[in-house]
């Protein structure tokens, strides 16, 4: 490695020294204020409104996002939009959550008063807390950074990066206080690998009218008509409301291949007794495996002798789960 890939190398790693640096000094701040902070988000009817401008403003995007992602619901305001009219999304039942390294900045401190004035709670995340963000805040996170990785000292680095990881401590520490868990991650991100992991059946299986169904008393043509209609492959047949068999298409083509059809003999007969089935809450991951092995495309949902619905290989395969 020649000697300006080296100088490279030694100046990044000066970068994360100063970053790490000021890591330590955010962790030794905590106290207080952080624990009012908790407390006060926790406790909310309404919602985190995280404001910042510039750099700041990319961080309370990201943390705004981290809240709303982990159980508490909670939106990013632009502090120069917010003067023009989405102020007005605040309410007094809201915690504004304001970032400025400096505590003076124009657009942010423009708003305290207003937001004072509607009785929302306000949460500082600043460097200064003689500024005049601090002054108007009812809790002030101090980030105490007062070496940026920049050279010039100039770019936020160092205390964006502070800022960052002071709200992802307040986002974890909030959601464990709401024991918020895997399952409630997977709802509000359906469309994610960890929603696709933890998917259950119950959230892909059909149930009510699209369920294919007869009683047992129903000839083989009225199974057929109900196979047709619901176009699932299948259809379940019932006794006494309770599922005790199925047929499904490989059946129909068996029994012509044998010849002799009788349209009006009783589907009891040629139905496969005791199908397969899976329970609502287990995971969609689980109806694939049990699909894969015994080669099947579709899987009744009983939970307590209780049919509730069916699943589809295909409505795995949409969803992604494999």
Request: aromatic share 4%; charged share 20%.
């Amino acid at each position: 490695m020649n000697a300006a890939k080296e100088l490279w190398l030694e100046q990044a790693k000066n970068v994360l020294d100063v970053e790490i640096k000021g890591l330590k000094a955010q962790k030794n701040a905590l106290g207080e204020s952080f624990v009012e902070a908790v407390a006060c988000i926790l406790g909310l009817k309404g919602r985190l409104v995280v404001v910042g401008m510039g750099k700041s403003g990319i961080i309370a995007r990201k943390i705004a996002a981290t809240f709303a992602s982990t159980g508490t619901p909670a939106f990013f305001v632009h502090a120069a939009e917010a003067q023009h009219g989405d102020l007005g999304m605040i309410t007094r039942d809201d915690a504004v959550l304001a970032l400025s390294h400096s505590g003076e900045t124009d657009e942010v401190c423009g708003l305290l008063p207003t937001i004072k004035r509607l009785g929302a709670s306000v949460i500082a995340i600043t460097g200064d807390t003689e500024s005049t963000l601090a002054s108007f805040a009812d809790m002030v996170l101090e980030v105490p950074v007062r070496e940026e990785a920049c050279p010039m000292n100039l770019a936020p680095t160092a205390s964006t990066t502070a800022s960052l990881a002071l709200g992802d401590a307040l986002a974890v520490v909030v959601l464990k206080q709401r024991g918020f868990r895997e399952e409630d991650f997977a709802r509000v991100h359906p469309a994610g690998s960890l929603g696709r992991k933890l998917m259950t059946v119950s959230d892909v299986m059909h149930a009510g009218d699209e369920l294919p169904m007869v009683d047992v008393s129903a000839s083989l043509k009225e199974a057929i008509v109900e196979m047709s209609q619901h176009r699932l492959g299948v259809t379940g047949v019932a006794q006494h409301g309770k599922l005790i068999a199925c047929i499904s298409d490989g059946d129909l083509r068996r029994i012509l291949q044998a010849g002799d059809v009788d349209l009006n003999a009783s589907v009891k007969g040629m139905a496969h007794l005791q199908p397969r089935t899976i329970a609502p809450i287990q995971l969609a991951s689980e109806a694939m495996h049990v699909m894969e092995t015994y080669k099947l495309t579709t899987l009744f949902v009983v939970e307590e002798d209780e049919l509730l619905g069916i699943v589809h290989l295909h409505d795995l395969l949409q969803a992604g789960v494999a």
